[in-house]
Nanobody, 126 residues
Framework: VQLQASGGGLVQAGASLRLSCAASGRTFSRHVMGWFRQAPGKEREFVGAVKWNVGSTSYANSVKGRFTISRDNAKNTLYLQMSSLKPEDTAVYYC????????????????????WGQGTLVTVSS
């Protein structure tokens, strides 16, 4: 699966932004798609994920209630709607896909994802 993330940019605190991740290639083998982010000097961290076939979502506590993951099956596209953005949300955001089913407790492990997009930078100013 090839992934192309887009939609990043510079916004002020409190603003909203929507990221997109277009999938191509062996999309039928995609069981889970997720978003991770990496801030400068920090490790990559889980943001949220969706089990593609059933539509159930899971989020990191730091974004729960502010970020929403959705998908468009017809367009093979994953979205991350981000609201009430904070400066600490500043990071490069990556979309990822897992080619095998994952249990909920393992959605946050980036080693479970075998396809990654190139990342899109989100900068939130205070």
């Amino acid at each position: 699966v090839q992934l192309q993330a887009s939609g990043g940019g510079l916004v002020q605190a409190g603003a909203s932004l929507r990221l997109s991740c277009a999938a191509s290639g062996r999309t039928f083998s995609r069981h889970v798609m997720g978003w991770f982010r990496q801030a400068p000097g920090k490790e990559r961290e889980f943001v949220g994920a969706v089990k593609w076939n059933v539509g159930s979502t899971s989020y990191a506590n730091s974004v729960k209630g502010r970020f929403t993951i959705s998908r468009d099956n017809a367009k093979n596209t994953l979205y991350l709607q981000m609201s009430s953005l904070k400066p600490e949300d500043t990071a490069v955001y990556y979309c990822a896909a897992a080619s095998r089913p994952l249990i909920t407790s393992s959605l946050g492990l980036y080693s479970n994802y075998d396809s990654w997009g190139q990342g899109t930078l989100v900068t939130v100013s205070s």
